[in-house]
Nanobody, 124 residues
Framework: QVQLEEHGGGSVQAGGSLRLSCGIS????????VAWFRQAPGKEREGVAA?????????FYADSVKGRFTIRRDNAGNTLYLEMNSLKSDDTAIYYC????????????????WGQGTQVTVSS
């Protein structure tokens, strides 16, 4: 049974940094595609960043976080990180990690497995 568990959420002032982590267990092979999503109150869930093992490792970012957020994986590929810098109040949301079975990777593809989420609150 594939399970994902996020850690690292919390409260921070605008301009600050946080690092989220996500442990993936129950997989028989390293997931080829992993991603971070977020959902703010009253808004739809949106893709934040994704990473594909293909093509030597390719990352995808939402325009709103480019240059501020970085998605990383550990060498084994089963721990996922989201390094968030220059945080803004608009970044306040519940952040979810996700992975998928099928081919393809990015922010607009369907993901199979999801974590429970971790709250990030940015105060101005």
């Amino acid at each position: 049974q594939v399970q994902l568990e996020e850690h690292g959420g919390g409260s921070v002032q605008a301009g600050g940094s946080l690092r989220l982590s996500c442990g993936i267990s129950g997989v028989t092979t390293t997931p080829h595609c992993v991603a971070w999503f977020r959902q703010a109150p009253g808004k739809e869930r949106e893709g934040v960043a994704a990473h594909s093992k293909s093509d030597g490792g390719m990352s995808f970012y939402a325009d709103s976080v480019k240059g501020r957020f970085t998605i990383r994986r550990d060498n084994a590929g089963n721990t996922l990180y989201l390094e968030m810098n220059s945080l803004k109040s608009d970044d306040t949301a519940i952040y979810y990690c996700a992975t998928k079975r099928s081919l393809g990777c990015g922010l607009r593809v369907e993901y199979t497995y999801w974590g429970q989420g971790t709250q990030v609150t940015v105060s101005s």
